[in-house]
């Protein structure tokens, strides 16, 4: 069994986006005053593809085609060990794999080098006891900024045998005809990956520089209690995701009531804003437009109709995200960008 990975949850920006579904675009003009959102100074970053994360990547890939052997020890780095592991921070349980197991990669530090460095040299059936603080950096928010007590049991080691990287094995496996080129190819998708993560990352610049540039004195109750039940959806979305409450994933990502607050404000802030820009520029969809905005949305997410598309999605709801993305796509168009 394999631990739940929360290292998603942080990214409710782009989940957000989508919360826009059915929001009331009325007249915001009586609580905002609209800066200059054409002149906006942003900066775009995108992530470096390294050598290490090429190598990571194509490990990653191969993960399917390993072969396992079981070995009777000591744990090496590299290996693949079954333990029983109970998490515990204070009296709270936060992970617990006593029953079923839980299958990790000595190296890939998934609790922390600590935790590796603990198991390596151990054999099967031997019991460890240890204590691990986590800084709030940490990547498992579960983890992060928690002293953890472990007790682990390890129940099996096995050596994972990758396959041989031959230009047969790439051409059978990935459709390319050499070892080289799958590598290229490799780093072509990262960087592509990259690119995207930056786009996304820049366009939420946009819409903060935008509402940072306005005077916003209040804001419409219908509104507030909209986007509350909206975000609220989302988080709500991570929760049935990880099969977990609602009230563990605020307790996961330190999100206490006040800043559940500010997460409604700005989903008000936000709407209000681009609802503004949208009305000034008069941004507008044509019902062919729209068509064919949702055409493509379908096929980006892997619908097979826009008929399967509005059964998930109400369509005023999409067009509304869509405008929203136009406006978005404006702020961009008029913006100082610079990349680094």
């Avoid at 826009?20 to 905002?32: A, I, T």
């Avoid at 990790?104 to 040299?121: K, R, T």
């Avoid at 099967?124 to 006891?129: K, N, Q, T």
């Avoid at 002293?147 to 041989?164: A, Q, R, W």
């Amino acid at each position: 069994m394999r631990k739940t990975s929360y290292r998603l949850l942080p990214l409710f920006g782009a989940v957000l986006l989508m919360a826009g579904c059915g929001s009331d675009s009325g007249d915001y003009s009586k609580y905002v005053t609209l800066g200059d959102y054409q002149n906006l100074k942003v900066t775009k970053t995108v992530e470096k593809v390294t050598a290490e994360r090429v190598d990571e990547y194509e490990k990653e890939q191969l993960e399917e085609y390993v072969e396992y052997e079981t070995v009777d020890g000591p744990v090496k780095e590299g290996q693949l060990v079954d333990v029983s592991l109970l998490a515990k921070s204070g009296d709270e349980v936060v992970y617990d794999f006593s029953d079923d197991g839980y299958e990790m990669v000595i190296g890939d530090g998934e609790f922390g080098e600590q935790v590796d460095e603990a198991l390596i040299g151990a054999v099967a059936a031997d019991e460890l006891d240890l204590e691990v603080s986590y800084d709030d950096s940490f990547e498992d928010a579960m983890l992060a900024g928690h002293t953890i007590t472990y007790h682990i049991v390890v129940n099996s080691i096995s050596d994972m045998i990758y396959p041989e990287l031959t230009n047969e094995f790439v051409k059978e496996n990935f459709g390319v005809t050499s070892v080289d080129e799958w590598r290229a190819s490799l780093k072509e998708e990262l960087q592509q990956s990259y690119e995207e993560e930056a786009e996304d990352t820049l366009r939420t610049d946009l819409v903060q520089a935008a509402v940072d540039a306005c005077t916003i004195s209040g804001y419409p109750k219908s509104l507030y209690k909209q986007k509350k039940k909206e975000v609220e959806s989302s988080y709500q979305s991570y929760a049935d995701m990880f099969n977990c409450s609602l009230s563990e994933v605020y307790d996961m990502l330190d999100m206490d009531e006040q800043a559940r607050e500010q997460e409604y404000i700005d989903a008000v802030n936000e709407t209000m804003v681009l609802a503004e820009i949208r009305k000034q520029e008069n941004l507008t969809l044509t019902d062919e437009q729209m068509q064919e905005r949702m055409e493509a949305y379908a096929q980006e997410n892997e619908y097979d109709s826009v008929s399967e598309l509005l059964g998930d999605y109400d369509e005023n709801g999409l067009k509304e995200y869509f405008l929203n993305e136009a406006a978005i796509d404006y702020l961009e168009a008029h913006a100082t960008i610079t990349e680094n």
